[in-house]
């Protein structure tokens, strides 16, 4: 499948998360959520770990031939970026709901592993929206297009970390800071990242209302 070949480190962070959770009986986890929940973290760790990675040694050139090789099924994978975000915080959800009836240690892990949760997938949600905003930029662009973000000073060619920044900014406060938006494609895309993160912190602040409550 194209998207496979285009994003291969997105499929095989999952598949080694998968890995992780079938491993996990054998270290003495048997809680299926709690191996659900670790699974899902070790997935998205790799990722972001191996993405950072990525945005670390990259300049211009090589962003502009990834943008072109990883065009096929972009929005897919935002797609499914929602849906493993969605998943988590319904594991954490349900995991919560028996923290109340347990004691000591466990409980405590059990917190301590859904705040370890919340804090990856936010950060998941910001690494995987910068990439896509830097490769539809240069994609955009390569094409003799408007890249659909104007940084300042304008004469300077934007790097991942500047698209990360961007990411950041826009899932943290729902705003753009000192980025213009110039297209409505890129609009778009952000209209749906607004949204996700919407979704995100306001589940956040139920999370952790129901993490004090079960403190308590």
């Not at 009986?25 to 191996?35: A, D, H, L, M, R």
């Not at 997935?43 to 945005?55: D, E, G, N, T």
């Not at 990259?58 to 499914?80: C, H, M, P, W, Y």
């Not at 370890?116 to 896509?132: D, E, G, K, R």
Request: proline share 2%.
């Amino acid at each position: 499948m194209k998207i496979l070949r285009a994003h291969p480190r997105f499929f095989i962070s999952f598949v080694l998360g998968f890995a992780m959770l079938l491993a996990l009986p054998y270290f003495g986890i048997t809680n299926k959520i709690s191996q659900a929940i670790i699974g899902y973290d070790t997935a998205i760790l790799i990722y972001m770990v191996w993405a950072l990675s990525l945005m670390a040694k990259s300049g211009k050139e090589e962003i502009q031939q990834r943008a072109l090789t990883q065009n096929d099924g972009k929005f897919a994978v935002l797609i499914l970026v929602f849906m493993a975000l969605l998943f988590s915080m319904i594991a954490i959800f349900v995991d919560l709901s028996s923290v109340k009836n347990l004691i000591g240690r466990e409980k405590y892990e059990r917190l301590i592993m859904s705040v370890i949760t919340i804090v990856l997938s936010w950060c998941f949600l910001q690494v995987a929206f910068s990439l896509h905003y830097a490769h539809d930029y240069f994609y955009e662009t390569q094409h003799r297009r408007a890249g659909g973000l104007i940084f300042l000073p304008a004469n300077e060619s934007p790097d991942y970390f500047d698209f990360l920044y961007f990411s950041i900014v826009l899932g943290a406060t729902a705003q753009t800071a000192d980025v213009t938006l110039s297209s409505k494609n890129m609009r778009r895309t952000c209209l749906f990242h607004s949204m996700i993160a919407f979704f995100f912190n306001t589940t956040l602040l139920a999370i952790t209302i129901n993490m004090a409550s079960g403190i308590l």
